[in-house]
Each structure stands twice: as structure tokens, then as C-alpha cells.
């Protein structure tokens, strides 16, 4: 017997439903043309006779060992973590009203913006306050995070307590005194990144280069110099573990942050393949800069003198990961000091503000100025009485 006509169901070929029956529709041909694109000329650099090829290659090399695998090892790390620990975070916002603020700032300054989405979905859903809505964003740090542990762990540990304590004390400040409520009534889930839902053939194609990479990268770090065998080995781990990390991210259906019920290892091959590229952007541009335009940045930054840190906290509050992670670099490789680190670590709001725009943009407008004062307060006590530090 033939089905009715209204008892067929036709999946377009380009669209995909997740549990709920919402459509998942992949990103926008044109970002993924642009990504493509970028890619493209990389490649094209690398393969270029003379300075150009042999900078870009160093620098694709440099970028790998010494930052994209230990990234990488701690996302996987972290978010397998947070399988096998997970709990009703919302539930325990309901029933523990007195601890929101300090446990949205926990949340927050876990690396990632994960946590920091979990308390902006339970703001606009009426779980928890303006305070912690502010608390979370002040102690995010976003990816950048992920990046700092992986390569100044001795940095990361002042940087990501000091963000979680001003994240209390403003979140309680904030609700001592603020009354404002910004509510929005959609449904919070609509606003979450889309799922990719299994493990892919190239999440585990980005860890098969990764994992001589990270013996490399731990080898770096013991001061072991590269010739020889060992040069061959980083240069051919290096440019596999680009080449698919770049794949990754040209045609990549997220933008930038994965669905924290993915699995672990699709989300670090997602996460670290986008903190990758801005990384090797940053190690590009300090390079082309220096080699080809005879710009000294490291003199430049020296310039702007006590400006820094209210630049790196102008940058924090550009929507986004980012330039979060390009500041966090410019500071790796010496060229910003820490106070404008920390100033852009404890303003800026990661991918988080986005989800906070799309429901709440005022209660999100609002917060983010609240997080630029505990921001500037810090960074210029850094700056101007403790500047040795780390």
C-alpha cells in the first residue's frame, strides 16, 4: 500500500536535524570559501622559493611543536574530564543560590567559554543573577586559556586564579547594587553550537601526528636542538598535522566552539585547529613584519608604554576567542608584558558573548563594561608595582 503523501519525510541532502528535530544547517558556503581560501595561500607561501617559503615553513613548524600539540593535549585532556565528571549544572544553580557567584566564576575561568555559555543559558532561563552573569565573564579567559596553560603554565597559574577572584567580588558588588533584569524568553538551546555528533575520520587522522608532535614539543622544551633526523621528524609532523588541522577548519559546520555533548577528541581536533590558525597568523605577521618590512614590534609595543594594557583590554572586548588568542601570543613571545595580559584575560568574554548577545544583548553590553574595571584596576597594579611578575 502507498504511504500518503504527508506520511513522507524529505532530508535535503545539505541539512541535518538534531534530537529536537531543529534543523542543523552547515555554516555559510561564503565563510567556508574564505577559510578555504586562507588555507590556500598558506600552502601557496610554503611552497615558495627563497625567504618567503623557508620563514613560513619555520613558522608553521615553530607554531606546531611548540604550542598546537600541547593545546591539543590539553583539550583532550579537559573535555574528557568533563565526561566522565559531568552533573546538572542548572539543577545545582536552582538549589544553591547562595554559591552562584562563586561557582559561575569557577565556570568561567575553566579554560575554554563552555562553562561561561552554561551560566548565560541559565541567566536568560532565571537560575541565576546579573552578578554571575558578570562573575563568569570577568574570570573567563576563553581558548586563550587552553593556549597560556600549554605554553606559560607558570603565567596561567596567577593569571587564571586572579580572573576567578575578580570575578567574585565583582559578581557580588554587581548584585549588591545593580537591579537591572534583562530577561529573554527563547529558548536558550536554540543558540548553542551545532552538533557534530560522532567521531570523524579526521579527528582521529589530527591525532595521529599530534602524538609524535607532543614528544617533539616536550623535547623543545628541554632545550634539545632539532638536527638531523629530529628536524626531519618536526618538519613532517608539523606540516601533516596543518595540513588536516587546516582542512579541519576550512570546512569545519562550527564556527569556533564545539557542542560540549560532542565527543572529546572531535572537539579538541575542532577547538585546536581554530586556536592553530590564529596562532600561526600571529607567528606569520611578527615574522613578516620583522623580516620583510623592518618593523621592530617588540620597540613598537615598548613605545606605547603604559597605553598597553588599556589596549589589551580594548581588545578583550572584541566578541570572540580570537584575538584573544593573538594577544596571548604577542605575550608568549615577549612582546606584550603580563599586565596587558592579564588585563585582556580578565576583560575579554570569549565565544561566550556571543550566545550573550543573541539572548540578553543588554544585561551582555552591561556586564562586559562591569568586567573592564576590576580589568583596569589589576592590570595597571601589575604594570606599575609589580612588573617582574610572573
Same mark, same amino acid.
Given at each position: 500500500?502507498?504511504?500518503?503523501?504527508?506520511?513522507?519525510?524529505?532530508?535535503?541532502?545539505?541539512?541535518?536535524?538534531?534530537?529536537?528535530?531543529?534543523?542543523?544547517?552547515?555554516?555559510?558556503?561564503?565563510?567556508?570559501?574564505?577559510?578555504?581560501?586562507?588555507?590556500?595561500?598558506?600552502?601557496?607561501?610554503?611552497?615558495?622559493?627563497?625567504?618567503?617559503?623557508?620563514?613560513?615553513?619555520?613558522?608553521?613548524?615553530?607554531?606546531?611543536?611548540?604550542?598546537?600539540?600541547?593545546?591539543?593535549?590539553?583539550?583532550?585532556?579537559?573535555?574528557?574530564?568533563?565526561?566522565?565528571?559531568?552533573?546538572?549544572?542548572?539543577?545545582?544553580? #536552582?538549589?544553591? !543560590?547562595?554559591?552562584?557567584?562563586?561557582? @559561575?566564576?569557577?565556570?568561567? &575561568? +575553566? *579554560? =575554554?567559554? $563552555?562553562?561561561? %555559555?552554561?551560566?548565560?543559558?541559565?541567566?536568560?532561563?532565571?537560575?541565576?543573577?546579573?552578578?554571575?552573569?558578570?562573575?563568569?565573564?570577568?574570570?573567563?579567559?576563553?581558548?586563550?586559556?587552553?593556549?597560556?596553560?600549554?605554553?606559560?603554565?607558570?603565567?596561567?597559574?596567577?593569571?587564571?586564579?586572579?580572573?576567578?577572584?575578580?570575578?567574585?567580588?565583582?559578581?557580588?558588588?554587581?548584585?549588591?547594587?545593580?537591579?537591572?533584569?534583562?530577561?529573554?524568553?527563547?529558548?536558550?538551546?536554540?543558540?548553542?553550537?551545532? #552538533?557534530?555528533? !560522532?567521531?570523524?575520520?579526521?579527528?582521529? @587522522?589530527?591525532?595521529?601526528? &599530534? +602524538? *609524535? =608532535?607532543? $614528544?617533539?614539543? %616536550?623535547?623543545?622544551?628541554?632545550?634539545?636542538?632539532?638536527?638531523?633526523?629530529?628536524?626531519?621528524?618536526?618538519?613532517?609532523?608539523?606540516?601533516?598535522?596543518?595540513?588536516?588541522?587546516?582542512?579541519?577548519?576550512?570546512?569545519?559546520?562550527?564556527?569556533?566552539?564545539?557542542?560540549?555533548?560532542?565527543?572529546?577528541?572531535?572537539?579538541?581536533?575542532?577547538?585546536?585547529?581554530?586556536?592553530?590558525?590564529?596562532?600561526?597568523?600571529?607567528?606569520?605577521?611578527?615574522?613578516?613584519?620583522?623580516?620583510?618590512?623592518?618593523?621592530?614590534?617588540?620597540?613598537?609595543?615598548?613605545?606605547?608604554?603604559?597605553?598597553?594594557?588599556?589596549?589589551?583590554? =580594548?581588545? $578583550?572586548?572584541?566578541?570572540?576567542?580570537?584575538?584573544?588568542?593573538?594577544?596571548?601570543?604577542?605575550?608568549?613571545?615577549?612582546?606584550?608584558?603580563?599586565?596587558?595580559?592579564?588585563?585582556?584575560?580578565?576583560?575579554?568574554?570569549?565565544?561566550?558573548?556571543?550566545?550573550?548577545?543573541?539572548?540578553?544583548?543588554?544585561?551582555?553590553?552591561?556586564?562586559?563594561?562591569?568586567?573592564?574595571?576590576?580589568?583596569?584596576?589589576?592590570?595597571?597594579?601589575?604594570?606599575?608595582?609589580?612588573?617582574?611578575?610572573?
Amino acid at each position: 500500500m502507498a504511504l500518503a503523501p504527508e506520511t513522507i519525510r524529505v532530508r535535503t541532502p545539505r541539512s541535518r536535524q538534531d534530537r529536537t528535530g531543529r534543523s542543523l544547517r552547515p555554516a555559510p558556503a561564503t565563510a567556508r570559501f574564505e577559510r578555504i581560501g586562507v588555507a590556500v595561500l598558506l600552502l601557496l607561501a610554503v611552497a615558495m622559493p627563497g625567504r618567503l617559503g623557508e620563514i613560513t615553513l619555520a613558522s608553521l613548524v615553530d607554531a606546531y611543536v611548540q604550542v598546537s600539540v600541547f593545546v591539543y593535549a590539553t583539550l583532550l585532556a579537559f573535555f574528557l574530564a568533563e565526561d566522565i565528571f559531568d552533573f546538572d549544572i542548572g539543577g545545582f544553580f #536552582r538549589q544553591s !543560590r547562595l554559591l552562584q557567584i562563586p561557582v @559561575a566564576s569557577f565556570l568561567g &575561568a +575553566l *579554560p =575554554g567559554c $563552555g562553562g561561561a %555559555i552554561i551560566v548565560v543559558a541559565s541567566y536568560t532561563s532565571g537560575n541565576v543573577s546579573m552578578g554571575a552573569v558578570v562573575a563568569t565573564l570577568t574570570a573567563t579567559m576563553g581558548d586563550a586559556a587552553f593556549l597560556l596553560i600549554a605554553t606559560r603554565p607558570d603565567a596561567a597559574v596567577i593569571v587564571l586564579p586572579l580572573a576567578m577572584v575578580a570575578g567574585v567580588v565583582t559578581g557580588y558588588v554587581v548584585d549588591l547594587f545593580d537591579r537591572s533584569h534583562f530577561r529573554h524568553s527563547g529558548d536558550p538551546s536554540a543558540h548553542m553550537p551545532r #552538533r557534530i555528533w !560522532r567521531i570523524r575520520l579526521r579527528d582521529w @587522522a589530527f591525532a595521529v601526528p &599530534a +602524538l *609524535p =608532535g607532543l $614528544g617533539l614539543g %616536550i623535547a623543545a622544551l628541554f632545550q634539545v636542538e632539532f638536527t638531523g633526523w629530529l628536524e626531519l621528524a618536526a618538519t613532517v609532523a608539523a606540516l601533516a598535522g596543518m595540513a588536516i588541522g587546516f582542512a579541519i577548519w576550512a570546512i569545519s559546520p562550527v564556527r569556533n566552539l564545539t557542542h560540549p555533548d560532542d565527543p572529546a577528541l572531535t572537539r579538541a581536533a575542532e577547538e585546536t585547529s581554530f586556536i592553530t590558525v590564529w596562532v600561526v597568523a600571529a607567528f606569520l605577521a611578527y615574522e613578516y613584519l620583522d623580516q620583510f618590512a623592518g618593523l621592530d614590534l617588540a620597540a613598537a609595543f615598548k613605545a606605547a608604554g603604559p597605553l598597553l594594557p588599556l589596549i589589551a583590554i =580594548g581588545v $578583550g572586548f572584541i566578541p570572540g576567542c580570537g584575538p584573544q588568542v593573538l594577544v596571548t601570543t604577542l605575550y608568549i613571545n615577549g612582546l606584550i608584558p603580563f599586565a596587558a595580559l592579564l588585563g585582556n584575560a580578565i576583560a575579554n568574554d570569549g565565544d561566550a558573548l556571543f550566545p550573550a548577545l543573541a539572548l540578553t544583548p543588554r544585561a551582555a553590553l552591561i556586564a562586559t563594561l562591569y568586567s573592564a574595571i576590576p580589568a583596569v584596576i589589576l592590570a595597571y597594579t601589575f604594570f606599575y608595582f609589580l612588573p617582574g611578575i610572573p
